[in-house]
């Protein structure tokens, strides 16, 4: 199987060509956090631009190196599926989203509204992936998948590039693990060009798929998930995000959903922040960890704020 790569080179050239409403987010250091910590933590905060997530570098610049086709088909617990509905709108290509039946009501009703088509399929995020590969070979369409495409990841590199320009040099990064695009970016990035940052992924302990594979070296799925967390909640890992991740990944530790709910409500109350789950793992990684990253500066990207109404009433 042929895994292309992620090189800082091209990581750069995406820098050059992805959407500006996606970069050169908010980084910074919350005072009130790191006496809490006991840790430099930098906040990279993705939340400000049309979607709410990180997705957006990715799949804008995927789409921009895929202009030549004529319709995309994707899975999506919400965020990803925004990002590909508001860059194939730009480039005016269809897109079809499949979705779990328990999606996050809110992330279905923005992707209708960037103009994606969704289909409703299965109980979790594997089932409606494996529906959306059977509906592209049935409608001859391209099938995209988060974690595969080299684009995808590339562009998230680009939050690499960016945590790069601060003026204090980062010991750890912790990045959150769904199907692995972000890490596989941001890891490649500073593995070329700051080797001794350490990059630890975190995943949540009800999906620990990718924290399984990863140690393994091989595919471990697991029969369900049980997280809050629905952006990174997979139980069948991609292969070709975990061939990146076998070199840049130095450790993958695992958070509580007591934990990410702590961490929340540590980001709105402090920060003025909403984070869904997913966007707060890492951050909820400092917290349940934070002994072992006292003292260090510590950087992690609070990578979406999609939640409903009652979400928020329920969780902050």
Known sequence: MDF????????LNAYGIIDPVFLNT?????????????????????????????????????????????SFVCASAGNFGQGMAYACRGQNIPLTVFAATTVNPLKLERMRQLGAEIKLAGVDFDAAKEAAKVYALTEKSTFVEDGREAEVSIGAGTIGVELSHYPDSIETLLIPVGNGALISGIAAWFKANHKSTQVIGVVAEGAPSMDL?????????????????????????????????????????????????????LAHELMGIVLEP????????????????????????????????TQMQQWL
């Open 26 to 70: 908010p980084q910074y250091e919350s005072d009130a956090v790191n006496t809490l910590l006991e840790m430099r933590l930098l906040f990279k905060v993705e939340t400000l631009n049309p979607i709410r997530s990180f997705k957006g570098r990715g799949t804008d610049y995927f789409v921009k190196n895929n202009v030549g086709k004529t």
């Open 4 to 11: 292309p790569s992620i090189t800082s080179d091209a990581i």
């Open 213 to 265: 594979s990863w140690r393994q070296g091989s595919i471990v799925t697991t029969e369900r998930v049980d997280t809050i967390s629905d952006g990174i909640a997979v139980r069948n890992p991609v292969p070709e995000a975990l061939k990146h991740m076998e070199t840049t990944v130095d450790d993958i530790v695992q958070v509580s959903d007591q934990a990410t709910l702590q961490a929340m409500k």
């Open 278 to 309: 997913a966007g707060a793992v890492g951050l909820a990684a400092a917290i349940t960890y934070k002994n072992r990253f006292k003292g260090q500066l510590v950087a992690t990207p609070l990578c979406g704020s999609n939640l409903t109404k």
